[in-house]
């Protein structure tokens, strides 16, 4: 065996590895759980009425570059690769009755959704490209 087939051999059973658990699909799995659960209070701030309403907490999961950005905590909102120290994660994986569970009002997201977007950071929270979530109503 050369050196060269070592390697491929090495990668080849690398990649079948990592296909086992194949990272969600943005708009397939992450897309519909934030415009279900988030976008409406996590949108770009629009007038009602007279009034600007602006995205709560300062947050917006609109882009991809809001999302990982967070809001006036200050604390980065996703950290792409780490779940565990992204703030969105923490919020979803809260108790029910935390204070500072997200969503603040309804039932918790289920486990499989929180599941899902912990595998999403984790494999690097891709975004499609020019995808810009809007508020429902
Ligand atoms: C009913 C409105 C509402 C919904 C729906 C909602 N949020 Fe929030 N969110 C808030 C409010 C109000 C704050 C600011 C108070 C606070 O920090 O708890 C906030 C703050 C946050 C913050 C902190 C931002 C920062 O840096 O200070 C994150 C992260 C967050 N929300 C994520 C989410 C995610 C993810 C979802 C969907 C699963 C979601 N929110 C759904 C109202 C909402």
């Given at each position: 065996m050369t050196i060269k087939?070592?390697?491929t051999s090495i990668l080849a059973v690398g990649f079948s590895a990592a296909g086992l658990n194949a990272a969600p699909d943005?708009?397939?799995?992450?897309l519909p759980i934030l415009q279900e659960n988030c976008i409406d209070c996590h949108a770009a701030p629009?007038?009602?009425?007279?009034?600007?309403?602006?995205p709560k907490g300062g947050y917006r999961v609109d882009t991809r570059e809001n999302i990982l950005?967070?809001?006036e905590?200050?604390?980065?909102?996703?950290?792409?690769?780490?779940?565990a120290k992204s703030q969105l994660y923490k919020r979803i994986t809260l108790?029910?009755?935390?204070?500072d569970i997200m969503p603040p009002k309804g039932d918790p997201l289920t486990?499989?959704?929180?599941?899902?977007?912990?595998?999403?950071i984790d494999a690097g929270a891709a975004w499609a490209p020019g995808v810009v979530l809007k508020r429902k109503g």
């Open positions: 087939s070592i390697i943005f708009n397939k799995d992450i629009y007038k009602k009425g007279t009034r600007l309403r602006k950005k967070g809001g905590s200050e604390e980065a909102g996703v950290i792409p690769g780490n779940a108790e029910k009755d935390h204070d486990p499989a959704q929180q599941k899902i977007i912990k595998d999403w």
